[in-house]
């Protein structure tokens, strides 16, 4: 009998229409999904000094590794729920700093909620309700590969009675090709801040001087449609900007999307949530009171943006000794140079590290959940294997057995 409403671990989007049937899932046509589901398991064993070695004996060595640390660094992240609150204890055990790697991105819009808060939107939202959606940067589906099919071509949508318009404000390069598309105003990588600034300030009902480089006819109708929308939405990939214009570009973004709420309804959507990224970044709120770059060397979690940024520890020599968490993604272990932990899913390759611990795959090995992008639900996953493989929760678990007991 053939089990519906099954999740998708696979992007941010966390598809739930999915079937299984006879330990086969169904992607509907979406090419990461089907390609997530199709992981082979190619490395089973765990290993200890490159030796094959049981869970419980790999777990003690990976405790003395981590323990006799000053400042051990867990990152890497890619897990379920359920194996990120094992984590986040173990970090809290260690005395150890924990971040996410590769957060940048993330740590970008976060700090844009924080400092000025923003109204943002859900899924069920844009695909029932937006008339108006501009899209910011990047192309959503090589990411998201069906972003347009179940956000922007919703047929049952519950509150609106045609298709939405939808611009694309961004290089060419990126720009996407679905013919969900209406509208494509095309600059460079270099003038893409300066488009979205005179998008706001055309908004604003300020008269701006000619440009070659800018299509400020194109962008004065885009203002003007957006403030005429019934429901606007806004969807950005902050990773299309340079890392130094970041945080202005969030800045015009909020600026935009509050003068449209005076008149209208305007709501924001950032992009990613790729290997639950924001189920690590909710359990790290949860637990610990911060979405991320806490340190527990001090007995207590600490949140700094700079001081626990993983890479930088890395790269300062300031960590001494790294957990790495690689259980829905296979990214290989970085080069760090410092005594490392691995957990590490079976289709991945052998690792540079001291003890290599291999993990299931969530919704493929084993039950669990992850966070949706919009932040909104933990969808539940289903199985689609048995494969004896630990989870990353039951892993990080056997570690922390092996750890003196908390004073």
Same mark, same amino acid.
């Given at each position: 009998?053939?089990?519906?409403?099954?999740?998708?671990?696979?992007?941010?989007?966390?598809?739930?229409?999915?079937?299984?049937?006879?330990?086969?899932?169904?992607?509907?046509?979406?090419?990461?999904?089907?390609?997530?589901?199709?992981?082979?398991?190619?490395i089973?064993?765990?290993?200890?000094g490159g030796?094959?070695?049981?869970?419980?004996?790999?777990?003690?060595?990976?405790?003395?590794?981590?323990?006799?640390?000053?400042?051990?660094l867990?990152?890497?992240?890619?897990?379920?729920?359920?194996?990120?609150?094992?984590?986040?204890?173990?970090?809290?055990?260690?005395?150890?700093?924990?971040?996410?790697?590769?957060?940048?991105?993330?740590?970008?819009?976060?700090?844009?909620?924080?400092?000025?808060?923003?109204?943002?939107?859900?899924?069920?939202?844009?695909?029932?309700?937006?008339?108006?959606?501009?899209?910011?940067?990047?192309?959503?589906?090589?990411?998201?590969?069906?972003?347009?099919?179940?956000?922007?071509?919703?047929?049952?949508?519950?509150?609106?009675?045609a298709?939405?318009?939808?611009?694309?404000?961004?290089?060419?390069?990126?720009?996407?090709?679905?013919a969900a598309?209406?509208?494509?105003?095309?600059?460079?990588?270099?003038?893409?801040?300066?488009?979205?600034?005179?998008l706001?300030?055309?908004?604003?009902?300020?008269?701006?001087?000619?440009? &070659?480089?800018?299509? %400020? #006819? =194109?962008?004065? !109708?885009? +203002?003007?449609?957006l403030? /005429? $929308?019934?429901?606007? @939405?806004? *969807?950005w990939?902050i990773?299309?900007?340079?890392?130094?214009?970041?945080?202005?570009?969030?800045?015009?973004?909020?600026r935009l999307?509050?003068?449209?709420?005076?008149?209208?309804?305007?709501?924001?959507?950032?992009?990613?949530?790729?290997?639950?990224?924001?189920?690590?970044?909710?359990?790290?709120?949860?637990?610990?009171g911060?979405?991320?770059?806490?340190?527990?060397?001090?007995?207590?979690?600490?949140?700094?943006?700079?001081?626990?940024? &993983?890479e930088?520890? %890395? #790269? =300062?020599?300031? !960590?001494? +000794?790294?957990?790495?968490? /690689? $259980?829905?993604?296979? @990214?290989? *272990?970085?080069?760090?140079g410092?005594?490392?932990v691995?957990?590490?899913?079976?289709?991945?390759?052998?690792a540079?590290?001291?003890?290599?611990?291999?993990?299931?795959?969530?919704?493929?090995?084993?039950?669990?959940?992850?966070?949706?992008?919009?932040?909104?639900?933990?969808?539940?996953?289903?199985?689609?294997?048995?494969?004896?493989l630990?989870?990353v929760?039951?892993?990080?678990?056997?570690?922390?057995?092996?750890?003196?007991?908390?004073?």
């Amino acid at each position: 009998m053939p089990r519906r409403a099954i999740a998708c671990p696979f992007c941010g989007l966390v598809c739930d229409d999915l079937i299984l049937e006879q330990g086969r899932v169904d992607a509907r046509g979406c090419v990461k999904g089907a390609a997530g589901f199709a992981r082979r398991p190619a490395i089973v064993e765990h290993r200890v000094g490159g030796r094959t070695a049981s869970l419980g004996e790999a777990a003690a060595a990976a405790a003395r590794l981590l323990g006799a640390a000053r400042l051990p660094l867990v990152t890497g992240l890619a897990a379920d729920v359920a194996g990120m609150r094992g984590l986040v204890g173990l970090a809290d055990r260690l005395g150890a700093v924990i971040d996410r790697w590769q957060s940048a991105a993330q740590q970008s819009n976060l700090a844009l909620l924080q400092r000025a808060g923003a109204l943002t939107a859900t899924f069920a939202e844009i695909a029932n309700r937006a008339d108006v959606v501009l899209l910011i940067g990047s192309d959503p589906t090589p990411r998201q590969p069906r972003f347009f099919e179940r956000l922007l071509r919703n047929r049952g949508a519950l509150y609106r009675r045609a298709p939405p318009y939808v611009a694309f404000l961004g290089p060419e390069a990126a720009a996407p090709g679905d013919a969900a598309v209406s509208e494509r105003l095309l600059v460079s990588e270099d003038s893409l801040l300066d488009a979205l600034s005179a998008l706001a300030a055309l908004g604003e009902g300020r008269r701006l001087g000619a440009s &070659a480089s800018l299509p %400020l #006819a =194109a962008l004065g !109708a885009l +203002a003007e449609r957006l403030a /005429a $929308a019934r429901y606007g @939405a806004i *969807v950005w990939d902050i990773a299309a900007f340079p890392p130094a214009s970041r945080a202005a570009a969030l800045a015009i973004l909020l600026r935009l999307m509050r003068r449209l709420t005076r008149r209208t309804r305007c709501v924001g959507l950032p992009l990613g949530g790729e290997d639950n990224a924001q189920g690590a970044a909710q359990v790290m709120l949860w637990q610990a009171g911060w979405p991320g770059r806490l340190s527990f060397a001090e007995g207590v979690p600490r949140h700094d943006p700079w001081r626990n940024h &993983a890479e930088r520890l %890395l #790269a =300062a020599g300031e !960590a001494d +000794a790294l957990l790495w968490v /690689a $259980a829905l993604t296979a @990214a290989p *272990v970085p080069e760090c140079g410092v005594p490392t932990v691995a957990l590490l899913a079976a289709d991945a390759p052998a690792a540079r590290a001291e003890v290599e611990i291999r993990v299931g795959i969530p919704g493929l090995d084993h039950g669990g959940a992850v966070m949706r992008a919009d932040t909104v639900v933990a969808l539940p996953l289903t199985p689609a294997r048995q494969s004896g493989l630990p989870s990353v929760a039951a892993a990080a678990a056997a570690i922390l057995a092996h750890l003196p007991a908390a004073p």
